[in-house]
């Protein structure tokens, strides 16, 4: 039998391109080309979830084709990995189990969960991240050349605003409501959107919208304090609030540039003491060939100062960034560095990915010579351009870095 999936049927990802999607990972071997062409500069938010690129989707997986653009879910059953689509399939079942109304909807197509990127509105400029995410990182990317300016000028475009100048996408949203299960919001930076505050708005003022069930998940880089935020959030039954966190002090500052740590820091403890038992503040900790080397001490200052549940992120693209890259001697002495930590500091690390998962997939991955030099030169193209420095920054794992290269 082939294998279906709810994505299509109930799910609407906007891009910050203006574009829609079934999911986060549909079309990331670009096989689909017709799924990007319909775009909220023509459309709105509900005539692109019923476009015909969105339909043939859902008649393909009714007519027990399997859309060759949902490969990352095909590869990662192929490995034994529950994919995005079997993960979803078990939350809803386990949402069937406990509430008969939800909707699993193969034959009447209807949003409701949502995953919202408005646009690439972002007050940082994060060295694992770039034009294409951050409208802070147009006018660097542009000085330094790292990319071409045509292409500078389409990611422009996805800084603009798009959702919140079509008034029509407010009132759909308004509609959409009581089907809603579940709102996410990343970014950009979210909490930066004005589209973020009128959805907040629309919400609190709903009638007894604490008894529509909605679950709200977040990944925000903590540089916004909120104070009305938690109004909302407490008539939700759930809110997922993931900050990203992937070092600590200097180190944090010069990856997160330009975050203060100790205003992240001040806002991580104001949203844990806002937070009521619906609301799971977690770190969100990307990691990288930035933060790889000292995700020891991340571990542990987390345990020391802010218990928070941590929660790791693999970065696989850029490719230069990606932590197989390093010298073998690097790894294993990464490996020692994480294995000397203690059961109560690594009691805070998600489970289902942690810090033994991160540690085999560097060991188990080789990259390549080529991906590590291009690693060190765009640091210090970048370096040059913010007078900042690697090597007084990250001074031990500096010296082993170029020691081997
Ligand atoms: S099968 Fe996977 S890639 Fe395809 S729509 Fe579903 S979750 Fe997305
Ligand atoms: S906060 Fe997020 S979107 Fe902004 S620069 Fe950093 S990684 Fe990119």
Redesign the pocket.
């Known amino acids: 039998m082939s294998r279906k999936c709810l994505f299509p049927f109930s799910n609407i990802v906007l891009n910050p391109n203006g574009s829609v999607s079934p999911c986060c990972k549909y079309n990331l071997n670009k096989v689909d080309t017709e799924i990007d062409i319909e775009t909220l500069y023509d459309k709105n938010i509900k005539e692109l979830f019923y476009q015909p690129a969105m339909e043939k989707i859902r008649n393909d997986f009714l007519n027990g084709i399997e859309p060759e653009a949902c490969k990352a879910c095909w590869d990662e059953e192929s490995a034994g990995i529950t994919s995005l689509r079997q993960h979803r399939d078990n939350v809803a079942r386990w949402h069937l189990s406990k509430r008969d109304n939800y909707p699993i909807r193969y034959q009447d197509p209807k949003i409701i969960t949502m995953d919202l990127k408005f646009s690439s509105l972002?007050n940082?400029?994060?060295r694992?991240?770039g034009p294409y995410?951050?409208s802070?990182?147009l006018k660097e990317s542009q000085d330094t050349g790292e990319f071409h300016e045509h292409t500078i000028k389409i990611f422009g475009k996805y800084a603009e605003r798009k959702f919140v100048k079509r008034e029509v996408n407010f009132d759909i949203f308004k509609e959409l409501i009581p089907d809603l299960h579940i709102i996410e919001f990343y970014?950009?930076?979210p909490l930066m959107q004005p589209e973020h505050a009128r959805i907040m708005d629309m919400l609190k003022n709903y009638p007894n919208v604490k008894k529509l069930g909605i679950e709200l998940f977040y990944n925000t880089?903590g540089t916004i304090y909120d104070e009305t935020i938690s109004e909302v959030w407490d008539k939700m039954a759930l809110v997922e609030f993931n900050i990203?966190l992937d070092d600590i002090g200097p180190r944090f500052e010069y990856q997160?540039h330009p975050a203060k740590w100790t205003e992240v820091i001040d806002n991580i403890k104001q949203y844990q003491d806002k937070a009521k038992d619906n609301v799971k503040i977690s770190l969100y900790t990307t990691i990288s060939m930035y933060n790889i080397f000292y995700i020891d001490e991340l571990i542990k200052f987390n345990a020391d100062n802010l218990k928070c549940n941590l929660k790791f992120n693999l970065l696989h693209w850029p490719d230069k960034m990606s932590i197989k890259n390093l010298p073998t001697n690097i790894k294993h002495i990464i490996k020692a560095k994480v294995e000397s930590l203690d059961e109560q500091s690594l009691s805070y690390v998600q489970n289902i990915f942690g810090i033994k998962e991160v540690i085999s997939f560097m060991l188990d991955n080789e990259g390549s010579t080529d991906d590590l030099a291009e690693f060190i030169k765009v640091t210090n193209l970048h370096d040059d351009y913010r007078n900042e420095s690697f090597a007084t920054t990250f001074p031990e794992y500096w010296s082993l870095l170029n020691e081997t290269n």
Do not use: Q
């Open positions: 972002c940082l400029k994060c694992i991240c995410c951050s802070n990182w970014g950009g930076e880089n990203s997160r």
